[in-house]
């Protein structure tokens, strides 16, 4: 019996089967509430049904409430309801999970008497990835299932358990075959059609007696992580609720503080921060059915600090790669470091020895450019020089394959320059990664003026195959990610000629939300790397002095910080002195700043660049900016990145500001904020041609 749109009954052997059909994930929209409602009322009034599955169809079970409907108005019977009416079905109800449970999703599964899953199921309430925490009686009823401890790691981190795991914590009942999953639930609860029922509600058995000092200690674990963010807090005080109140007044604090993490920026932010991931993948003039270019055997060009930690990426989703150096000494320490790498994930635990040596032996070192010849994709990643990279893709021309897809992780060099080496521009592309490598998220896709959309299409699929967010960008200097944030280098280091002192300028970024200060992470990288050269430095800037007094940064025990044999920081009198003097010479005014003073110095200029790529039409859309910061630059997600955080704060006060401190407002930004428009959800209308400065 069809029940409503997404919903379908059927009626067999005594057994009711109620089946969700909502692409793509079986969101717990309007339609499926409705047809839980009406399916469950149906299921219970019919003599004939002794016991009810729930299952879906699809890919998925259901993965939560619906994100969408979250900021329009309610319609469709309320979820507490329609949970209410599950658990106090008269007839024991099983749910039937493959994919995945999340969210709204295992709330319901909580509801059931029984969940049974398959293999290769996951279960979570990853709501705190939303600013959110589980708000339909998951942070009640989880912790009555699994304990209070592994309650608050599933919803504080956020991280979804296997079906494996599920069963040995109690979450899951039994562990179905791969493709029997609804036979099998059947067969489950037909086994238990007798069987006395206890709801989730009632038991305490889990969390009776709980040791209050478990809130404190995980809270201090997780200190550094949670910081910031407002849903983790919310989260342990709901637990602590669901060990110290009855069920009813759980519920109750539960709903108190989910409406207040519901109403506040930061869940804003993050709810927005979703749709911006997954939004990046969608380039609109690429159409959906492009041939599919595939990519089989990668080669890597350099096995330096990029190099090594590209070919890992390959490695790891089982992908041949050919790495091509230009002498034995250099290649023999890449693979090394790519060896080392690898063992320190095996001294962690998370990958055993043999896995070790099969991605090892997926790795063809060479010395020879004609080794590259079989490849589907070369990502060159040499020095950052462009004869150097011209000459390269001028003999990879000559050797790669005609369809070969051929890459450059260029930071900051043109790639139409590099594309217009080769006689086939169309198949030049700019992948440009984030160090490290093999860890960092963000991908930069670099769409020249010539890039064969095919070859566009294909980047973007090949950095999602290994895990990367993609994000394209048009040729301009530094591309999305590095470009906006050079004026907060640049805006950094004027400010520490006018009084803050480097630490002080970190610490505010630090409390802001960036994983590191401007000045820590110069030291990290090194100052001698961020252009100096030795043979015209003339002490006209502070970096330039810190650089010839051998201070270059962590690797020289000093920089703007001193640092002890262990790398620990401390803030470097030297260096200070070094800034007074250099103020006093140049007679720059000193005077005290606030921290949000700071804060505008820094970051209104990042904003007003983003504006700029807005309007050049290097990025499609202002939420590319914000995913591209986030995930390239560790800018603080629960400001959303730097352009939804901008609509916080208000364009027309950034403008103001801007101009106050001597920088021109973009048009784009200014025109913004006299019509009173939002810039995160600006779609770039420029042209989409070549961007040359
Ligand atoms: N609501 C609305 N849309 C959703 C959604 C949700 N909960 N989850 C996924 N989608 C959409 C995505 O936006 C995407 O749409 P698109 O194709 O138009 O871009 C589509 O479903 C597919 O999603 P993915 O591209 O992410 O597909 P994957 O297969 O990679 O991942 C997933 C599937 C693991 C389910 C992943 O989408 C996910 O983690 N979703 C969010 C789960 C979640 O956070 N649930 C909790 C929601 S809040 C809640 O339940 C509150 C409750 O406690 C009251
Ligand atoms: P690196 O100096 O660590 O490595 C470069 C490697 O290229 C060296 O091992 C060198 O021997 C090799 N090489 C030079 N000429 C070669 C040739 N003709 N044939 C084969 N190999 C050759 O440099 P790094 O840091 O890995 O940078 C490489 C590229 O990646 C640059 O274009 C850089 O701008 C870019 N990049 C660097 C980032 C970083 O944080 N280091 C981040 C993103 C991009």
């Known amino acids: 019996m069809q029940i409503n749109s997404v919903a379908q009954l059927d009626v067999a052997g005594g057994i009711a089967t109620l089946t969700l059909d909502s ?336 991605r090892m032996a997926l790795l063809t070192p060479s010395l020879e450019f004609e080794a590259l010849s079989a490849v589907d994709l070369v990502i060159e990643a040499v020095f950052e020089k462009l004869s150097l990279k011209q000459e390269i893709f001028a003999r990879l021309d000559k050797v790669a394959k005609p369809d070969a897809i051929l890459a450059t992780n260029t930071s900051f060099l043109d790639v139409d320059a590099i594309a217009a080496a080769t006689g086939r521009p169309e198949s030049v592309v700019g992948m440009h990664f984030f160090s490290p490598a093999n860890v960092m998220k963000l991908l930069e896709v670099v769409r020249g003026a010539e890039t064969d959309p095919q070859v566009v299409a294909a980047a973007m699929a090949i950095g999602r195959r290994i895990g990367k967010v993609a994000v394209l960008s048009r040729v301009c200097d530094g591309f999305i990610a590095n470009r906006m944030m050079a004026p907060r280098m640049a805006a950094a280091q004027a400010l520490i000629l006018e009084g803050p002192l480097p630490w002080e300028v970190d610490q505010v970024m630090l409390d802001y939300g960036f994983p590191m200060g401007p000045f820590a992470m110069l030291d990290l990288v090194g100052l001698d790397v961020i252009g100096w050269d030795a043979a015209t430095s003339s002490s006209s800037s502070v970096v330039e002095i810190l650089c010839e007094m051998g201070r270059w940064g962590q690797k020289k025990g000093g920089g703007y910080y001193d640092y002890d044999e262990k790398r620990r920081a401390a803030p470097s009198p030297i260096a200070e002195q070094v800034i007074r003097d250099f103020a006093a010479k140049t007679g720059v005014a000193q005077r005290q700043f606030s921290d949000a003073e700071i804060v505008a110095r820094l970051l209104y200029p990042v904003v007003n660049e983003g504006a700029k790529i807005l309007e050049e039409g290097v990025a499609i859309r202002a939420s590319d900016v914000d995913v591209a910061l986030v995930y390239g630059y560790g800018w603080p997600v629960f400001t959303g990145g730097p352009l939804f955080w901008a609509d916080g704060v208000g364009l027309a006060k950034i403008a103001d500001a801007l101009e106050e401190m001597g920088h021109t407002p973009s048009p784009l930004l200014r025109a913004l904020a006299e019509q009173g428009k939002p810039i995160h959800q600006y779609r770039s209308v420029a042209p989409v041609g070549r961007v040359v400065e």
């Open 23 to 358: 692409p793509p994930v079986n969101a717990l929209s309007a339609a499926v509430r409705d047809g839980l409602d009406q399916g469950f009322r149906a299921a219970i009034e019919d003599e004939a049904v002794q016991g009810i599955v729930l299952i879906c169809a699809g890919r998925t079970f259901i993965a939560g409430a619906d994100i969408s409907e979250f900021d329009k108005a309610p319609t469709g019977a309320p979820l507490h309801d329609v949970l209410a009416l599950i658990e106090g079905s008269p007839k024991p109800v099983v749910a039937a999970i493959h994919g995945t449970a999340l969210g709204g999703g295992l709330e319901t599964a909580l509801v059931c008497d029984y969940r049974v899953a398959t293999p290769s199921a996951k279960l979570g309430l990853p709501e705190v990835a939303l600013g959110l925490l589980p708000g339909a009686g998951g942070t009640q009823r989880l912790p009555r299932v699994v304990g209070a401890e592994a309650a608050l790691e599933m919803m504080a981190i956020g991280k979804p358990v296997r079906a494996k795991d599920a069963l040995a914590m109690g979450l899951v009942d039994a562990i179905t075959g791969e493709e029997t999953l609804h036979a099998d639930a059947v067969a489950f609860l037909k086994a238990r059609l007798d069987t006395p029922r206890t709801r989730i509600r009632d038991r305490t058995d889990r969390i009776a007696g709980q040791d209050p000092a478990l809130f404190h200690a995980f809270r201090a674990k997780h200190a550094r992580a949670f910081k910031g963010f407002k849903a983790p807090e919310n989260i342990i005080k709901a637990v602590e609720a669901a060990v110290t109140l009855p069920f009813d007044a759980g519920m109750k604090r539960e709903a108190e503080l989910f409406w207040e993490l519901f109403r506040s920026r930061e869940s804003a932010a993050q709810r927005y921060f979703f749709f911006a991931e997954r939004q990046t993948a969608k380039v609109p003039d690429l159409a959906a059915d492009l041939p599919e270019i595939p990519v089989r055997r990668v080669g890597v060009i350099g096995a330096g600090t990029m190099g090594g930690g590209i070919a890992m990426n390959f490695l790891n989703v089982g992908l041949p790669v050919t790495i091509v150096e230009q002498a034995q000494e250099a290649l023999d320490r890449g693979v090394a470091t790519i060896r080392r790498n690898y063992q320190v994930t095996v001294d962690k635990g998370r990958m055993t020895a043999e896995q070790l040596e099969q």
